[in-house]
């Protein structure tokens, strides 16, 4: 039997789906409610990602045609980036070092520039946590003064106790770096050797997907690829093709002659059809500070970047319209008041009254337009405006409001004293026992810009400015927290 012809006998027995057909017609998450779309939308890319490189590596050493291989790398790597990266890892840019690697072994150089940007910088200083990767992105990028510096940290970490797996690809990328060409090969060997050994015997912690990397080391294929990439096509010539059972001899004679053009392995039925644009979509990560001068991914940035990307192109639509509280939360003033039916304000949608996916909108103008027609309606025509939801111990309006991505100071406290007078309660504690008052203080603006805001807070006649949050603080606490010195002059009057 041949290399490919046993891969994918392998494969078959791992794999839960079998052909191209099935991936496509594969049940994913639904869109259960408002509040869940992006979360929603981000699993569906997870379970789209799934077994998906796999699957096409399978179906490509079985029939000995690679363009199958090529492309489902390509879009299973990229659908689980755009999952992966919208969930917090506590850590930068080194998470995404085995993603990156991966994205080389189809020839995607353009998503290394998305999930490890030159302009980051290297990793870290820990040893050996950033040793690869820093040497990874110090060749990647050709850049010598970033390679200096990974150099002096894999010298530490061969100074000490390592993994034997670890060590090999140290060798490799500093042995790529130097370009001693005659170590390459058998350092890739030895890498699979040694990867399929320890995902047999014991508990493993790799960079690829280890449950299937002892079948066909991807990762593998993709720091071959990185000896492409920085050698040149004529001196990578004369590297002999690593001879070891879980790399793919054929498939990267393919690879080297293909260009990545960003096909599609599969394409998912309209209903889906915004998974079919997602790979293109992708926006490059960035940092954010999480204190003691430590930066981690911002993941909230990325993931609402990437949704909003995705929402742009139109192709959610047919979701947004499915009900007035999807509406209400995602779409326009209009489209609001062409399905609005009277009474809509009296009723739960999903547990909750229409006002709280109107503040939750993320267009501040259909925001403002259409929370203020729902308090109109309460405030003027007497109707009874739902503002609370089923459970009374969760987030009410106001924390919809003050938790918005992007404001008008003038709106918003507009809409402060409509909700006011419609009944909703500004002293509500909410789910996290944080006040409103406290997450009014934090919003991104200095005080004069807030004083519209302070105005029509100051004038609440139900504001206790005695409440205690679950740890003892009081609003005079957050004043001073959040340096907000007009206010905290006006709580101690009121005290």
């Not at 790979?279 to 940092?287: A, G, R, V």
């Not at 009374?392 to 004293?417: I, S, W």
Request: glycine share 6%.
């Amino acid at each position: 039997m041949t290399q490919c012809k046993e891969i994918a006998k392998q494969l078959k027995k791992m794999l839960s789906i079998y052909s191209i057909k099935e991936k496509e017609s594969e049940l994913l998450p639904e869109f259960t409610e408002p509040f869940r779309f992006q979360e929603t939308l981000f699993q569906q890319c997870r379970n789209a990602a799934d077994e998906l490189s796999y699957l096409g590596s399978c179906l490509s050493c079985e029939s000995g045609d690679f363009p199958d291989m090529f492309y489902g790398i390509y879009q299973g790597n990229r659908l689980h980036f755009s999952s992966s990266a919208t969930l917090d890892g506590g850590c930068n840019h080194v998470r995404f070092f085995g993603v990156s690697v991966t994205a080389l072994a189809c020839n995607d150089r353009e998503f290394v520039e998305k999930a490890m940007p030159h302009s980051l910088g290297l990793c870290g200083t820990a040893v050996p946590y950033d040793t690869i990767p820093n040497l990874f992105m110090g060749i990647f990028y050709k850049d010598e003064t970033m390679m200096n510096e990974a150099l002096v940290l894999a010298e530490k970490f061969l100074a000490r106790k390592q993994r034997k797996y670890d060590i090999l690809i140290v060798q490799y990328l500093m042995d790529l770096w130097e370009k001693r060409t005659e170590n390459l090969t058998e350092l890739i060997e030895q890498i699979c050797i040694e990867e399929q050994r320890v995902t047999e015997n014991t508990t493993y912690i790799g960079y690829g997907n280890e449950k299937y990397n002892k079948v066909i080391n991807i990762f593998a294929h993709g720091l071959f690829a990185l000896a492409e990439h920085y050698l040149g096509a004529e001196l990578f010539e004369t590297i002999a093709l690593p001879n070891v059972k879980s790399f793919c001899k054929e498939y990267e004679l393919y690879r080297c002659g293909h260009k990545q053009n960003g096909e599609l392995l599969v394409n998912y039925p309209e209903n889906y059809g915004y998974l079919n644009q997602i790979s293109d979509l992708i926006p490059q990560i960035t940092l954010k500070e999480n204190g003691k001068k430590k930066s981690i991914v911002d993941t909230e940035l990325f993931a609402d970047k990437l949704f909003q990307k995705v929402y742009s192109s139109g192709k959610l639509q047919h979701i947004v319209k499915r009900d007035i509280a999807w509406i209400a939360a995602w779409g326009t003033t209009e489209e609001f008041l062409q399905k609005f039916r009277e009474d809509d304000e009296m009723q739960y949608f999903y547990d909750r009254g229409l006002i709280y996916y109107a503040l939750s909108n993320p267009d501040m103008g259909s925001c403002y337009e259409i929370s203020s027609f729902l308090l109109s309606r309460c405030n003027k025509e007497k109707k009874n405006c739902i503002l609370e939801k089923k459970t009374r111990d969760f987030d009410g309006p106001y924390h919809m409001l003050f938790r918005r991505k992007n404001y008008d100071v003038l709106q918003t406290a507009e809409l402060c004293e409509q909700l006011f007078e419609a009944g909703a309660d500004p002293n509500q504690a909410g789910e996290k026992n944080v006040l409103p008052i406290e997450l009014m203080m934090a919003l991104p603006f200095t005080e004069e810009e807030l004083h519209p805001l302070y105005d029509i807070w100051m004038k609440l006649p139900a504001v206790d400015l005695k409440l205690h949050t679950f740890d003892g603080k009081q609003p005079i606490d957050f004043a001073k927290k959040y340096k907000r010195k007009k206010l905290a002059t006006w709580i101690k009057a009121q005290l």
